[in-house]
């Protein structure tokens, strides 16, 4: 592919990605879980996220070619651990996409949720079909609007006579509940892979990459935690926790309900944003896996006049479209984040076999560890859940081999 993207594109995708969407969608249920340590839960699921955003640039530098850990698992740990790490991107993405939908939906119209969720997978899906892609101007807009709208929340409620230091934390908190909160968060953080999985249209990948990751998750993380205070410091916890739109809930207990259209508008769009750039990068990956015998070869066609992997697209939207309208917004990100963590745990391992010192390698194992206890500390529902459905493209990995040997 054609080299385009410098450092300042890549981190604008990176972010596009994170605060696309995600702190509109994840504050809530990580505040029901965490209460008041919901701002450690944060602090938390942000070292996590560095550690893998640390080993995934390295690894990126070392393999500068689409496919994220699904290439840094095959190459550096076997070909399972690639396909292990490509299964889990593909379904905890899909997961991603149904919750993007679901925001979409408590933000335009609360009391239509699901149906809002389904004709926006549905209307953006066919969008997709016809050939519509993703590009850095898209997201320079995405995360301009995003961003004014984020800092409205913040003046808002930090300005505001509601605004109360005492609400930013709590006694009424637990471990569990802090882990959980975390790993419901670590959902928000995820968008930064967004750059090292475009390594073949990054200019000079081996210094564009592991400089971009960082400044994007760190961008990311100062905008989490300013919002976070502003919402906290007029709901607190346990209003956070209950909020189905938490944003435009805070701006309007700050005594700014004017607001309150903008932030639910901005919401709806940069969950549609996103919503686009995930079904796009599924289906993508979804091609992938489907070319290298991973998934139904079916799935690989690619559309002779829109050239799009049409058969892909459909079926992702199809199984979007249905979680979209059976599940809730905390079971969405919950499975997601599952999903997700267990990518990022193969990113890991697979940074630590690289020739490294120590201080790489004790970054691997942090993030390595760190993402499995995220993992098993989510609700209980979706680690069973996400166990299973891991467990089942492990057995179709294992059939698949032993009807097709050969390298």
Not at 73 to 91: D, K, N, T
Not at 148 to 160: H, K, P, R, T, W
Not at 247 to 272: E, N, S, Y
Not at 388 to 395: E, K
């Amino acid at each position: 592919m054609k080299r385009t993207l410098g450092v300042f594109d890549a981190v604008v995708v990176g972010l596009g990605a994170m605060v696309g969407a995600g702190i509109f969608a994840a504050l809530a249920p990580a505040a029901r879980a965490a209460g008041g340590a919901l701002l450690a839960a944060l602090a938390l699921a942000a070292l996590v996220a560095y550690c893998n955003a640390h080993s995934s640039a390295r690894l990126a530098a070392r393999y500068p070619s689409s496919g994220g850990t699904y290439v840094y698992g095959r190459e550096r740990l076997g070909p399972f651990w690639g396909y292990l790490a490509g299964w889990g991107f593909v379904v905890g993405k899909t997961a991603s996409c149904a919750a993007m939908a679901l925001t979409v939906g408590a933000y335009a119209w609360p009391g239509q949720q699901h149906v809002v969720a389904v004709a926006a997978v549905v209307a953006l899906t066919a969008a997709s079909y016809g050939g519509v892609q993703k590009s850095a101007r898209i997201a320079r807009v995405i995360v301009a609007v995003v961003l004014a709208v984020l800092a409205g929340v913040v003046v808002a409620c930090l300005s505001s006579g509601a605004a109360d230091a005492g609400r930013l934390s709590g006694s009424d908190w637990a471990a569990a509940g802090l882990l959980q909160g975390a790993g419901l968060l670590f959902f928000a953080f995820a968008g930064y892979a967004r750059i090292t999985t475009l390594g073949e249209e990054v200019r000079d990948p081996e210094r564009t990459i592991p400089r971009a990751v960082p400044l994007a998750l760190g961008i990311a993380l100062l905008v989490y935690a300013a919002v976070s205070v502003a919402a906290l410091s007029v709901l607190g916890a346990d209003g956070l926790g209950r909020s189905a739109a938490p944003l435009a809930d805070a701006v309007r207990a700050a005594g700014w309900p004017g607001l309150t259209p903008v932030v639910r508008v901005g919401a709806a769009l940069a969950a549609l944003g996103s919503l686009l750039a995930l079904v796009l990068g599924v289906s993508r990956t979804t091609l992938a896996m489907a070319r290298d015998g991973h998934l139904p070869r079916a799935l690989a066609a690619v559309h002779p006049r829109h050239q799009v992997p049409h058969h892909a697209e459909l079926a992702v939207g199809a199984v979007v479209a249905v979680l979209a309208a059976t599940t809730d917004l905390r079971g969405a990100i919950g499975f997601s984040s599952f999903g997700v963590l267990a990518y990022y745990a193969i990113a890991n391992a697979s940074a630590w076999t690289l020739d490294s010192g120590v201080k790489d390698r004790a970054v691997a194992a942090v993030g390595l560890s760190g993402c499995v206890v995220l993992a098993c500390a989510l609700p209980a529902a979706s680690t069973v859940t996400g166990a299973a459905v891991l467990a089942l493209g492990a057995l179709a990995y294992g059939v698949r081999r032993r009807l097709t040997p050969g390298p």
